[in-house]
């Protein structure tokens, strides 16, 4: 029985993690919005993926060609590329045990993972753990 994880629409990208400590579901969403921003959302889940709740969304007026997501250490993280004059991938983290936003040790909301000189173009991003 197909189970309904958000309501948007125009998803380019579906991205699935699940932490094994806890047994709760994310799944991250690359969609297009409205004029040239493009959106990720991250989406929670606690009963095996019956139901979903969106935690958060965020949006750039740049391409997002790539996102990623993994879970590591109690935390969920979703990786995506800053597109254009960054030429930078960044990540962002949740909680496991409840999908909200936590900020990195530093403060920040987000960590820099590194880039590539122009004009060569990141076009590809992938996360990993160690966890079996």
């Not at 493009?38 to 929670?44: G, L, P």
């Not at 935690?55 to 997501?69: E, G, M, R, S």
């Not at 991938?89 to 000189?117: K, Q």
Request: glycine share 10%.
């Amino acid at each position: 029985m197909p189970v309904e994880v958000s309501t948007r629409d125009s998803v380019l990208k579906v991205k699935l993690a699940a932490d094994n400590a806890t047994g709760n579901l994310f799944c991250a969403l690359y969609f297009l919005g409205d004029g040239n921003t493009n959106h990720w959302s991250i989406n929670f889940s606690t009963n095996g993926g019956q139901s979903w709740s969106e935690k958060a969304t965020w949006f750039a007026a740049y391409i997002i060609p790539d996102i990623a997501l993994t879970i590591v250490s109690g935390h969920a993280y979703v990786g995506y590329i800053r597109a254009g004059a960054t030429n930078q991938a960044a990540t962002r983290r949740y909680r496991v045990t409840d999908g909200t936003s936590e900020n990195f040790p530093s403060g920040s909301a987000f960590f820099t993972l590194g880039g590539i000189a122009l004009p060569d173009t990141l076009r590809e991003l992938a996360l990993g753990s160690n966890v079996a």
